[in-house]
């Protein structure tokens, strides 16, 4: 018997009310992510691709259908144990960094630490590894406005990555990088998940950065057409 995959996905629908008017923009999605995986979601604007990956982060619940993570039904938290399940078990890189101005590259990517029960020596020295990890080891005292484009999202990733998350889930990581600086992000984003064993699960429109992945899903009009296999 196979292990079932870590992240099952059955009948998911998400709908928003617009005034008076209903607007369901996934229709019955069914997805399985085994551990280990590395997916593309790609599909047009308006597909449902954020709406589906926040799902899956946590970030949002679903209207109908379900979400398990590790065999746990996330669709049916509660709001408080939704929040603690997505700090221990998502890590999140989006876009733009999100990083804090004042904040050095190690303060920015222990933020995530300071909900869970350590010191601050432990707390640095995870930020440290992380910060390895992803090749700036030497930029631990720099604040975001001394580094690159390139270098904020790597500390961004080492953020998500510092406390060891179950999910590494990215939406258009690459999306604000010219394409050199992109694919040394996605390169990274290749080797956490086929030397760090990460689960990534990446929305993009950016077929160049779907190469990286282990395979590509696409959407269109809130259902899945078709699944690119690895490659």
């Known amino acids: 018997m196979s292990e079932p995959a870590l992240v099952q996905i059955r009948q998911l629908k998400k709908t928003y ?7 369901e923009v996934l229709h019955g999605i069914d ?8 997916v593309a979601l790609m599909g047009p604007s308006g597909s449902g691709k954020t709406t589906l990956l926040n799902l899956i982060g946590g970030l ?15 669709d049916q938290l509660s709001g408080g144990e939704l929040a603690r399940w997505r700090a221990e078990h998502v890590g999140f890189v989006f876009q733009f960094y999100n990083l804090l101005p004042v904040l050095s590259a190690q303060k920015n990517v222990e933020l995530p630490l300071l909900l869970a029960k350590m ?5 640095a020295k995870r930020a440290q590894v992380a910060l390895t990890l992803v090749g700036l080891g030497d930029r631990a005292g720099h604040r975001p406005s001394e580094l690159s484009g390139g270098q904020e999202q790597r500390v961004a990733i080492a ?13 258009e990581p690459t999306g604000d990088l010219d394409r050199k600086t992109a694919d040394e992000i996605l390169t990274l984003l290749q080797t956490l998940n086929r030397e760090h064993g990460k689960t ?6 950016d077929p160049k950065a779907a190469e990286f992945a282990r395979r590509t899903v696409h959407l269109d009009k809130g259902k899945l057409v078709d699944a690119v296999a690895a490659h």
């Open 31 to 38: 997805l399985d992510i085994p551990k280990g995986d590395f």
């Open 17 to 23: 009310t617009r005034g008076k008017q209903t607007v």
């Open 119 to 123: 010191g601050g020596a432990e707390r």
């Open 159 to 171: 953020r998500a990555l510092v406390t060891d998350p179950t999910l590494l889930v990215c939406d």
């Open 200 to 205: 990534i699960i990446m929305v993009t429109h």
């Open 60 to 74: 949002d619940v679903p209207s109908a259908g379900s979400v398990a993570v590790e065999g746990r039904r996330i």
